[in-house]
């Protein structure tokens, strides 16, 4: 048995150090620490990246549609001009000119926020992260939609929260699904900090929140007196026509919204916002400066002159149309290869379909499979918080080119109709 030294076993020239095994480390580890797992798509990624798979797994925005000499322009421009603020230590709430036009942009969803009301983060996610650390003590309720965004899902539970789902169907979040939800909740004395959702082409269903369930869902959260964390980084990724007013447009007090330029720019900027109630705003920012001081000046300066000088709406109509073309080869051969007895969303937007197979699939079994016939997905259980989902898969198409996402559908398709004879499942 060798015995654990901290530099000791060379192998050339490169020093070993102890591992966390060698260090006993899991035991040192805070309570929290038990709670953070990979996510099942983390551990999916590796294999899906694979050139020879046809990932429609990951939800990577597609890029290819961004001019990268533009891009390098605004850069350029950014450090020529301006290059010793760009580079410098900014405020911690974000910078005052991206905060005004963060404001313009909610316009487009009908809110009207003041610039001192946002708060700039690292990418949506840090604000899901700032948020659940605010507002969770381990044990409390959470309530998402059924299924909800696997990033938050595992915040949420870093956090301790007990995650309670509430089903939705083709239109979203169901309101009495909710009311029911929440008088179960109160019936067991647990307290709800709040109902996180994504109202526009949901990941990872695709679905829109329709705008009179909008106001029903408001309504119901205010009587209960239940904030709303409204997360919308594909709102503006609608094909055919634009999505319904925001829900913090109608209703400032009780709403925190939640932006990103991820999706309508790029993701690698990692910007994206938080609008929230003035009472909440100061210990937002006191939270985001503790994990990073400030949000990066250079990358908010970038997007702030992308945003000044280039055509930034006929960007995002770019965008759009690239996305279309991709859901529309996804839904075609879903349905050309696809057995009669699945069922799957039909986005109007965004980047997802969700499709439901018979109970007996249990998808996460299935992804081997699929691996061997050159397709990923991502398994349904992924986007629950208990276990729940085994029958059903995301499926994205937003990265693909057209005729590799038939070719991947074609292969799943061939796939499942193969565990369904084996299963003799009709
Ligand atoms: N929310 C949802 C619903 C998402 O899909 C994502 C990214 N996939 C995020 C938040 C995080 O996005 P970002 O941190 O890049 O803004």
């Given amino acids: 048995m060798s015995s654990p030294v901290s530099r000791s076993s060379s192998e050339g020239n490169v020093t070993r150090l102890r591992t966390g095994a060698d260090l006993n480390l899991p035991q040192r580890f805070a309570h929290r620490a038990e709670m953070m797992k990979a996510s099942e798509i983390r551990s999916l990624f590796a294999v899906a990246s694979r050139p020879e798979i046809v990932s429609l797994a990951g939800g990577m925005p597609n890029l290819s549609a961004l001019p990268m000499d533009m891009m390098a322009g605004v850069v350029e421009k950014l450090i020529a001009s301006n290059g010793a603020e760009a580079l410098q230590y900014g405020s911690g709430q974000g910078h005052p000119k991206l905060r005004e036009q963060i404001c313009e942009m909610m316009a487009l969803e009908g809110i009207k926020a003041h610039p ?11 604000a899901l992260d700032l948020i659940s650390r605010i507002f969770i003590d381990p044990g409390d309720v959470v309530l998402v939609e059924a299924p ?3 990033g938050a899902l595992g915040t949420f539970k870093q956090y301790e929260a007990s995650v309670v789902h509430v089903a939705m169907d083709e239109d979203g979040l169901i309101p009495e699904a909710l009311r029911n939800a929440i008088a179960e909740v ?4 647990q307290k709800i900090k709040f109902l996180y959702l994504i109202p526009n082409y949901q990941n990872p269903a695709g679905v829109l929140l329709p705008a009179e369930r909008r106001t029903e869902i408001l309504e119901i959260c205010q009587k209960e007196k239940i904030f709303v964390v409204e997360d919308n980084p594909y709102g503006l990724l609608g094909f055919d ?13 009780n709403v925190i919204y939640l932006g990103s330029f991820s999706k309508t720019i790029a993701p690698g900027f990692r910007v994206g916002w938080a609008l929230v109630p003035p009472s909440l705003k100061e210990k937002l920012v006191i939270a ?22 280039q055509p930034w709406r006929d960007q995002i109509a770019s965008f759009c149309k690239l996305y279309k073309v991709r859901r529309d080869a996804m839904l075609e051969s879903l349905d050309a290869h696809f057995p009669k007895s699945a069922t799957w969303t ?6 997802y379909v969700w499709v439901t197979l018979p109970p007996e699939i249990d998808t996460t079994a299935l992804m081997p499979k699929a691996i061997v016939a050159k397709v990923a997905f991502v398994p349904g259980t992924a986007f629950y918080a208990d276990g729940f989902g085994s029958w059903s898969m ?14 991947g559908v074609k292969a799943l398709g061939g796939v499942i109709k193969t565990e369904m004879e084996i299963r003799e499942i009709q």
Avoid at 186 to 189: H, I, M, P, W
Avoid at 288 to 309: H, K, M, R, V, W
């Fill in 116 to 126: 001192d009301d946002v708060v700039v983060t690292t990418g949506s996610q840090q």
């Fill in 148 to 150: 909800s965004y696997v």
């Fill in 186 to 189: 109160q019936a067991r004395g």
């Fill in 241 to 253: 026509k634009p999505s319904p007013n925001a829900m913090r447009a109608s209703d400032s007090e």
């Fill in 288 to 309: 985001s400066e503790s994990s990073i001081l400030c949000p990066s000046n250079f990358t908010q300066l970038a997007i702030s002159g992308y945003l000044a000088d």
């Fill in 346 to 351: 039909k986005p109007g937007g965004g980047f």
């Fill in 394 to 407: 995301r499926l994205s198409y937003c990265h693909p080119t057209p005729e590799r996402i038939r070719e």
